[in-house]
């Protein structure tokens, strides 16, 4: 089964000679890169979905939620906090419908 995670855009940088735009996107409380070539209109603030190193689509908050709540409905939320030592409290909240602006007020 192939797995897509949803991530906070934090910010970007191109890379090899202005070729290929990187993110640096955080997951609950670890930060990874990943390329954006796929989704060029994505920018700081934005969630994607992202799937071995690369932003596959661009999701709103709520769709990032949604698919947190189905990864703890699976018992996958419990893996991820404990192998990357998030902080369950630094994901998206899945109890709240407010949203977040892009510089996370």
């Known amino acids: ?5 949803p991530g906070k855009i934090k910010s970007i940088e191109t890379m090899y000679d ?12 670890i930060m990874k890169q990943a ?9 700081v603030g934005d969630y994607v979905l992202v ?15 949604k ?4 990864l703890e409905q699976i018992g996958e939320i419990d893996e991820l906090i404990e192998h990357t030592q998030t902080d369950r409290n630094d ?3 899945i109890n709240s419908s407010k ?5 996370g007020a």
């Open 18 to 29: 202005g070729l290929v735009r990187m993110a640096k996107i955080q997951f609950g409380g």
């Open 35 to 43: 390329s954006l070539e796929m989704v060029p209109q994505a920018k």
């Open 67 to 70: 698919s947190f709540e189905y």
């Open 99 to 103: 949203s977040q602006s892009a510089d």
């Open 91 to 93: 994901l998206p909240s």
């Open 51 to 65: 799937h071995v190193g690369v932003a596959i689509s661009i999701v709103d908050e709520e769709e990032a939620k």
């Open 1 to 5: 089964m192939c797995l897509a995670i």
